[in-house]
């Protein structure tokens, strides 16, 4: 089974950066395309960064893409998430997740979740 972890989540100032990690466990970690979600208090999970299985194909929401980068690491069983230029409406908890269905923006087609970490982004 598919154990991922996140980590790297903390409280920051309107413009700064942070990096989120997830590390995963298992055996099919380097098959497998990876995505970023997040949730907002009262709001449903959204969509943040997709990556797929050799980190050839990436996508972005339409609400991070130019500031955020998502990487993959095989070797070390890591995927990242760079987080640039935050402002407060990024406040959420970060979800890491995996799929087996190819590399995809729709979070039901994600089977594997992280416990999440809180980015709390101060004006």
């Known amino acids: 089974q598919v154990q991922l972890v996140e980590s790297g989540g903390g409280l920051v100032q309107s413009g700064s950066s942070l990096r989120l990690s997830c590390a995963a466990s298992g055996p099919t970690f380097s098959s497998l395309p990876m995505g970023w979600f997040r949730q907002a208090p009262g709001m449903e999970r959204e969509f943040v960064a997709a990556i797929s299985l050799s980190g050839g194909t990436i996508y972005y929401g339409d609400s991070v893409k130019g500031r955020f980068t998502i990487s993959r690491d095989n070797a070390k069983n890591t995927v990242y998430l760079q987080m640039n230029s935050l402002h407060p409406e990024d406040t959420a908890v970060y979800y890491c997740?995996?799929?087996?269905?190819?590399?995809?923006?729709?979070?039901?087609?994600?089977?594997?979740w992280g416990q999440g970490t809180q980015v709390t982004v101060s004006s």
């Open positions: 997740a995996a799929t087996t269905r190819g590399i995809t923006t729709r979070i039901k087609e994600y089977a594997y």
